[in-house]
């Protein structure tokens, strides 16, 4: 498997357990998502914007290199860029969650786009403070979606510390099941 396919997989899981998650989310009322409980962004609603906010960040980024993909991303590169990493785009749940489900179709459209030999392409780009970064795109999108990983677990913390229960979470799950290889003994 190439990493181009690898990183279609990544969409599709991203885009999954997002859906997951904001059904799971759904059985709270909108003063228990927005609740500051502690969290880095505050509340449940604000950890799904920020990860909205960084999605859009970096896929605008992204847009900008013909090389990644550039024209699948038209729609995404013409909205409003985010400010701040902490800006609430959606303050009522079910606005966020259509957003969501925008973006992450976008994101699956866009990696099965993208095309072998742009990985190892340099990637210049400035954060969300102004500062000018060069890497190599490949490593800079699996920071993307790890980026999404991990903050989808604290939300599922949140979650579950409310008693909803996500189900389960492994990547593992989305890893089709290979042939068994009888290890090349001949059969009888």
């Known amino acids: 498997m190439g990493r181009q396919q690898q990183y279609v997989l990544m969409g599709r899981y991203n885009r ?5 998650l904001y059904a799971a989310a759904q059985s709270l009322s909108e003063e228990q998502l927005a609740s500051n409980v502690g969290a880095f962004f505050q509340s449940i609603l604000g950890t799904l914007n920020h990860l909205l906010v960084a ?12 090389f990644a993909g550039a024209p699948v991303l038209v729609e995404i590169a013409a909205m409003p860029a985010p400010a701040a990493l902490n800006e609430v785009l959606h303050e009522e749940f079910d606005a966020l969650f259509g957003a969501r489900r925008v973006i992450d ?11 072998e ?3 190892d392409r340099p990637l ?10 060069n890497k190599p795109f490949g490593l800079v999108l699996q920071h993307f979606f790890n980026h999404q ?16 229960d996500v189900g389960l979470t492994d990547l593992l799950l989305w890893i089709d099941e290979l042939p068994h290889d009888d290890g090349g003994i001949p059969s009888k």
Do not use: P
Request: aromatic fraction near 10%.
């Open 149 to 164: 990983t991990h903050h989808r677990g604290q939300v599922t913390t949140l979650l579950s510390q409310q008693g909803v």
């Open 55 to 66: 999605d859009i960040m970096w896929l605008q980024r992204f847009a900008k290199r013909s």
């Open 16 to 20: 999954d357990m997002n859906q997951r």
């Open 124 to 133: 210049e780009y400035k954060n969300s403070k102004g500062h000018d970064f």
């Open 117 to 119: 030999d742009s990985f």
């Open 105 to 115: 179709t976008q994101i699956c459209r866009w990696t099965e786009s993208l095309t």
